[in-house]
C-alpha cells in the first residue's frame, strides 16, 4: 500500500513536472544549453568570434583600473564579479564620484551576452559596443580612447598577449581593446538550478519555487521576462501604471524613456532594482511590475512564491583563476583623479 | 682543457655565489622561508592565529565594498591582489574621492606582515590594529564600527562562516571582523627568486641581478633595507639630505614625520615611490634614496644594476581561489554615497 502510495505520488510529481516545464516553454522561457556547442552559438560573436586567448587577456583588462583615467575604476568596479555583476548600489557611481546623472543604476554583467540589445535604453547592439561606453563616459571611467590605447601599448605583457590572440600584425586600438573585454564579456554565464530543472532534473526546484514558476508564468511576468536571460528582448515600461518612483532620474517610461527588461537571472544578487535602482526588496519589485507593467495584483504570498523561484535563477558564477595584472613601465600613462 | 676551463669557471661562479649570499647574510638580508612550519613562526599572531577558515572569511571581507560607507571601495580597492597590493596612485583616494590628507601613498599590503609596525609612520604595532584604521577613515572607506558589524551580522552566510572560524558562541563585532582581516593579510607572502638564491639556487639570479644585488649591499641600502621584508624595520628619512619632495604631503622627515622604511619586495609593481608617491620611477627612487639617507652618489648604471636585482623580488602572488561575495539580506544596511 504504502509503495503503491508512494509511487503514486512520485507520478503525479513526475506529470506536474512535466506540465509545469510545458508551460515555462510555452511561455518562451529557455535553459542555458548544457551543450558546449549549443551554448556557443548563443554567446559567439561571428564578427568577433571567441578564442581562449582573447578571453584571458580580456579578463585581464575587465578588472585592470589603469584602463581609466584615476586609476582607481576598473569594469569590475561596477560590474563585480565576485558579487552578482553589478555594485549593489542604487546608481552608478565614478570618476570623481559623480553619480550617473540619469540616476541609472548598474545592470548585471552576466548572462548579458544573451540580451538582443545593450544598455538601459537599448542604444547599443552588442557587448562590443557597449564596452565602449562606460570606459569613455565622463562619470564612469573617464577615458580617452587615447589613453586605453597608450597605455595598454605601454605594457609589453598586454602587447604579447595581443598578438597571442590576433597576431603578430595586430594593431592595439581602442576597439581592440573593447572587443576584447566583450569576448571575456560573453562567456560570462550562470547556469543555475533553474536550468537543470529545465533540462533534465525535476528535483532541481523545490515545491515552492515550482509554485514561484507558475505563479510567475500565471501571472504573466514571462511576457517581458523570457528567452534564455528571462529578460533582455524588449522594451517596456508604465504599460498599465506609472512607476511609483518614475520621477527619480529621467526615465519616466514614456515613448522617449522606454527602459530595457533585465535579465532575471541572479537577480537576488542584484538589489536595488529597476533602471533607477529606486526599489530596495524583490518583494516591493514583484508588486510593482504586477501593477504597472500587467495591471495586476500580486499577494504577498505570491510575491514570495515567485521570490523564492527567483532563487533557483541565482546561477554559478565562472571560476576566473589566478587574475594577475601585467606590470606599468615608465611610459604607461600616470593616473589622473583630476 | 675545454671542460677544465668549464669547470674552473663553474666553480669560480659557485664560490662567488656562496661569496654574495654570506654578504647578503651580513647584510641581514632574509629569505622568506620555504619550510611551512619555519614561515609560520614568522607570519602568525599567537593572539589572533592563523586558521584555514579564518583565512577564507578574511579573504571575503577583504574584497567586500559592503563594508565601506558607500558599498563601492574594498580594502582591495587600495590594496589590489591583482597587482602589487596597490592602488599605483600618487596619493590614495576613497570615500567621495577625497585624496588623503596627507598625501601618503598606500603601501602594499603584499609582506606587509614582517614589518615590525603599520602604516607609514609607524603608529600601528600590527595588522590586526591595522585593519581598523582604513576602514573608519573618512576619506577612505568611511565606515562607522557599527555600520560594519551590523553589514557583516545582516549576511547569513557570514555569520554561519564566523560561527565555524571561532565557535557557536562567536560574538561578531568590528575587531572580531577586523581581526578576520589581518588573519588573511598575513598570509599575503610572495616568494621570489631572491629567496630562491638564498636558500637553495646560485642560479635563481642572473649576472646583472647579482650585481645589482652587490651594489645594493655595498652601497649600504641594506642599512634600513633588511629583515625578510627588505624594509619594515625602522623609521628613517631624510638621513643626510633634505627629500626633493619634501614638500609634497606633511611628512618632511623631521623628528615630527619620519617615514617607514617600506619593504622592497614587489617594488618593481608598486609606483609610485616614496611615501607621498611623488617619485615616478624606481631609477629616481634609487638615486634620490642614496643621495638622501646614504650621502653617496648612485650612478645611472648602479641605478640600473640595481632595479634589475629588485626584478628578483617580484614574487608570486598566493592564489586566491574563487572569491564569491555572500547575498546581501533586506537587512544589510544600504550604500551611502555621502
Known sequence: ?????????????????????????????????????????LIDNPKNPITYAKVQLGKQLFFDPRLSKSGFISCNS????????????????GHKWRVNPHHLNSPTVFNA?????????????????????????????????????????????YVKSFKKAYGQDVKINFTKITDTIATFERTLVTPSRFDKFLTSCDKALSKQEKKGLKTFIDKGCATCHNGVALGGQMMAFGVVAKYKYADIGDFHGDSNSLVKVPTLRNITQTAPYFHNGAVKTLKEAIQ????????????????????????????????LGKVSLPNSTDKTPKPNLN
Not at 31 to 40: C, D, F, G, R, V
Not at 150 to 156: A, G
Request: charged share 25%; net charge negative; aromatic share 4%.
Open 113 to 157: 551576452v544573451f540580451a538582443s540589445s545593450q544598455f538601459w535604453d537599448g542604444r547599443d547592439p552588442d557587448l562590443e559596443k557597449q564596452a565602449q561606453g562606460p570606459i569613455q563616459a565622463a562619470p564612469e571611467m573617464a577615458a580617452t580612447k587615447k589613453h586605453v590605447k597608450d597605455v595598454v601599448n605601454s605594457i609589453p605583457e
Open 288 to 319: 510593482e511590475m504586477g501593477r504597472i507593467q500587467l495591471g495586476v495584483k500580486i499577494t504577498d504570498t505570491e510575491a514570495k512564491d515567485i521570490e523564492v523561484f527567483f532563487g533557483a535563477l541565482e546561477g554559478s558564477k565562472p571560476h
Open 1 to 41: 500500500m504504502k509503495t503503491a502510495l508512494l509511487s503514486s505520488l512520485l507520478i503525479t510529481s513526475t506529470i506536474m513536472a512535466a506540465s509545469l516545464k510545458q508551460d515555462a516553454q510555452n511561455a518562451g522561457l529557455q535553459a542555458i544549453p548544457e551543450s558546449k556547442t549549443e551554448l556557443y552559438k
Open 78 to 93: 561596477c560590474h563585480n564579479l565576485m558579487a552578482g555583476g553589478t555594485d549593489n548600489i542604487e546608481a552608478a557611481v
